[in-house]
């Protein structure tokens, strides 16, 4: 039962980030400003974003609710605030401030972060580290992305 509400929880906080993210994004994606940047080639469809987040943030909230289950500790609950608040300004600042440099910073340091969730608890989390590989794998993908917008424009 516990699981269960742990799961609850960071589902509705792991969605609340997207829908503040998307917020104060500006409907960045569909400006003038983004849809003329010089983007990687490998840029995907603007759909992908809605599927890849949907799901990242399924298994990371399924991830989460594992780990704090099995280590219920302030570091955990600090690693994952910092998680939530860099994955949120990372809309502002670049989509809607148009701060390309200061969204890469923010971006390496979210991977930073997702990296150290994935890395630091993969003994304790054993198979279930693999909830948390679809963020870090599309953070590395969101990372070239916004690397690439800072080299070419």
């Known amino acids: ?58 298994c990371f909230a399924i991830y989460m609710a594992y780990l704090y289950k099995l280590i219920p500790t302030t570091k955990i609950i600090a690693l994952f605030t910092i998680q939530f608040i860099l994955n949120v300004i990372w809309n502002y600042i670049f989509f809607n401030q148009h701060l390309v440099g200061a969204g890469f910073t923010v971006i390496l340091l979210l991977t930073f972060v997702v990296a150290t969730f994935t890395f630091s608890f993969k003994e304790e989390m054993a198979l279930k580290t693999l909830l948390i590989l679809p963020y870090l794998i599309w953070l590395f993908i969101a990372t070239s992305l916004n690397g690439y917008i800072l080299l070419n424009n």
């Open 1 to 58: 039962m516990k699981l269960l509400k742990y799961l609850i929880v960071f589902l509705v906080i792991n969605f609340g980030a997207l829908a503040i993210g998307s917020w104060l994004m500006n409907n960045g994606p569909q400006t003038d400003w983004y849809i003329n940047l010089n983007q990687a080639p490998w840029t995907p469809p603007g759909w992908v974003f809605g599927v890849a987040w949907t799901t990242i943030m399924i």
